[in-house]
């Protein structure tokens, strides 16, 4: 089993800045895409950004710019560095990362728990 463990989310004014940081634990033989997702009240989840084991990135354009993600390969930990914070950047951030998994090399796709980031204007 892998656990996803999110952390450094919080309340900031608009125009600042976060750090989130996401590792993921268990029996894990390789981790391929690393992600976040962010889900507003009242909408669906939706992509944030994605980093490949190989380090290539994708980003919602609205987010473009503004939030880089990262990763530590042998720590298996995604980063997401978020400035210039807008209101309506304001959701839960769930980490989200696939793989596999040993002693069978069982494939995986786990979600953290989430963590609250609130903007205020």
């Known amino acids: 089993q892998v656990q996803l463990v999110e952390s450094g989310g919080g309340l900031v004014q608009a125009g600042g800045s976060l750090r989130l940081s996401c590792a993921a634990s268990?029996?894990?033989?390789?981790?391929?895409?690393m992600g976040w997702y962010r889900q507003a009240p009242g909408k669906q989840r939706e992509l944030v950004a994605t980093i490949s084991n190989g380090g290539s990135t994708n980003y919602a354009d609205s987010v473009k710019g503004r939030f880089t993600i990262s990763r530590d390969n042998a720590k298996n930990t995604v980063y997401l560095q978020m400035n210039s914070l807008k209101p309506e950047d304001t959701a839960v951030y769930y980490c989200?990362?696939?793989?596999?998994?040993?002693?069978?090399?069982?494939?995986?796709?786990?979600w953290g728990q989430g963590t609250q980031v609130t903007v205020s204007s």
């Open positions: 989200n990362a696939n793989g596999i998994l040993g002693p069978l090399m069982t494939p995986f796709r786990s």
């Open positions: 268990g029996n894990i033989v390789s981790v391929n895409a």
